[in-house]
């Protein structure tokens, strides 16, 4: 079956100007996640939606980061007044609620920004 | 805190050989999840292998199996026969099992692992 999807592959996007990111989940999975990798270092946890509800953001680095999430399943990952420090590769994962369920991963987007 | 530490930035193995990665962890939790993830230079994260805290047998999953020492917080990987394929990034995560809760992941900051033919 078709696995997590994300788009943009890659995003280039000037210092102060605003991007969404998008990711599109497995169909039935209730969990959603979003990691930040940046270069030389491992995943951080952004956000976590259970649902169209996120009860966990706390890995928000700063209130220029937002997501939401509709109908249970897209979720749009945006970044405002965008600076080089965000730069790095955004990861959603999907998951079936539960303690211990695999999470499944997207290929990711690429944020340069310049 | 809970943190995950990889104390091996990168790693070199000829193929058929075996080569072992180090994790350890820290937590104060005594139920949890520990996982290996792959991920290649496509970016795709893909689970290798996972263990349950408490079950005391070291997972399996064909040539890779871990070794699991709760006592010292350590979960190393082991790759038996490397293959070309095996190169990539390995990352070791952690969760707690927090049932209806985050379950996310904590992540180390990567083993690098290059498989020379």
Redesign the interface.
């Known amino acids: 079956g078709a696995g997590v999807s994300q788009s943009p592959s890659n995003k280039v996007t000037e210092k102060g100007k605003d991007v969404e990111l998008r990711c599109d989940p497995i169909s039935g999975h209730t969990?959603l996640?979003w990691?930040r990798q940046s270069l030389?270092?491992?995943?951080?946890?952004l956000i976590?939606f259970?649902g169209n509800s996120a009860?966990?953001k706390s890995?928000l680095p700063s209130d220029r980061f937002s997501a939401e999430r509709t109908g249970g399943s897209v979720s749009t990952l945006t970044i405002q007044r965008t600076q080089q420090e965000d730069s790095a590769?955004y990861?959603c994962?999907s998951?079936r609620?539960g303690?211990?369920?695999?999470?499944f991963?997207?290929?990711?987007t690429?944020l340069t920004v310049l | 805190a809970q943190t995950v530490t990889q104390s091996q930035p990168e790693m070199s193995v000829q193929e058929a050989e075996t080569v072992t990665l180090s994790c350890t962890y820290d937590t104060s939790e005594s139920n949890y999840y520990l996982f290996w993830y792959k991920q290649p230079p496509s970016r795709q994260m893909i689970l290798v292998i996972r263990q349950e805290a408490y079950k005391q047998q070291n997972a399996t999953e064909n040539r890779f199996s871990v070794n699991f020492q709760k006592a010292a917080k350590s979960f190393s990987l082991k790759i038996s026969d490397s293959q070309l394929g095996d190169t990539a990034m390995y990352f070791c995560a952690f969760t707690p099992p927090y049932g209806g809760a985050t379950n996310k992941l904590i992540f180390g900051t990567g083993t690098l692992l290059a498989v020379q033919p």
């Open positions: 969990a996640y990691y030389g270092q491992g995943l951080e946890f976590y259970q009860p966990d890995g590769v990861l994962a998951t609620q303690p211990y369920n695999e999470q991963f997207g290929p990711g690429r």
